[in-house]
């Protein structure tokens, strides 16, 4: 789907997944939304190797951490990423056309903070929740790597895998400043990183003119995003 051009408004993928959103999973013609969901049922339906842990105690701190990517974290990604750099590439397509696009969005909420962080930038009122949001994700994360290795536990588990593309991005926006002083973070990512399947699940995804976008407009408001941490 190319995201940028509205493929996930279109009639024939809203019939998939009608709040226009990826991921969506087709599997043996059963149509599986949300991101958390889809990982649960391919643990569920492909049980090895298992990603969720068989103690009770476990499975609740995975979907603790998964819960927080639902509630709040995913969003808080949407708003510093468009905000810092992807609202360039949306404002070269013209008014108009952004217009059309924020219109066909159906969740009004998504479709406010969508048009206001493209709009206002690192200005908008969303963007310094947004950091601090991340702020305090990482302090959390630093804290549960105090106890153990992974998110969850002793294991790794949908929870580190959850969280995988967001420190990415995080990086990939010049925001790894968020863990200069929690060291068991960065040691936690890379940990991620060199997992067998991260290049075919996120390496194989990258594409080289976001990334350099990012890179070039993350380094550009740094300074304003550690002044609202100060």
């Known amino acids: 789907l190319n995201l940028r051009a509205g493929d996930q408004q279109k009639p024939e993928y809203l019939k998939l997944?009608?709040?226009?959103?990826?991921?969506?999973?087709v599997d043996d013609g059963t149509v599986i939304i949300e991101s958390t969901v889809i990982n649960e049922y391919l643990d569920d339906a492909y049980p090895e190797p298992r990603l969720r842990p068989a103690d009770a105690l476990a499975r609740a701190r995975v979907r603790l951490w998964t819960k927080q990517l639902d509630e709040s974290v995913h969003a808080a990604t949407s708003v510093v990423s468009s905000a810092i750099a992807f609202r360039h590439q949306k404002l070269a397509t013209g008014i108009?056309?952004?217009?059309?696009?924020?219109?066909?969005?159906?969740?009004?909420?998504?479709?406010?903070?969508?048009?206001?962080?493209?709009?206002?930038?690192?200005?908008?009122?969303?963007?310094?929740g947004a950091v601090k949001r991340?702020?305090?994700?990482?302090?959390?994360?630093?804290?549960?790597?105090?106890?153990?290795?992974?998110?969850?536990?002793?294991?790794?588990?949908?929870?580190?895998?959850?969280?995988?593309?967001?420190?990415?991005?995080l990086e990939h926006l010049q925001m790894q400043f968020l863990w200069d002083k929690r060291p068991r973070v960065p040691a936690w990512h890379e940990r991620l990183q060199e997992r067998r399947g991260?290049?075919?699940?996120?390496?194989?995804?990258?594409?080289?003119?976001?990334?350099?976008?990012?890179?070039?407009?993350?380094?550009?408001?740094?300074?304003?995003?550690?002044?609202i941490l100060q």
Do not use: C
């Open 198 to 227: 991260y290049p075919e699940a996120i390496d194989k995804w990258l594409n080289a003119s976001y990334l350099s976008l990012m890179k070039e407009k993350g380094a550009e408001v740094q300074s304003r995003v550690k002044a």
């Open 96 to 128: 108009e056309a952004l217009e059309k696009l924020h219109k066909q969005m159906p969740d009004p909420v998504k479709r406010e903070r969508s048009w206001e962080t493209i709009s206002k930038g690192v200005e908008s009122s969303y963007f310094a």
């Open 134 to 169: 991340f702020d305090k994700l990482l302090a959390d994360i630093e804290a549960a790597l105090t106890e153990s290795p992974w998110l969850a536990g002793k294991e790794f588990s949908l929870a580190d895998i959850g969280y995988a593309p967001y420190m990415l991005r």
């Open 17 to 25: 997944n009608p709040n226009a959103v990826v991921p969506t999973l």
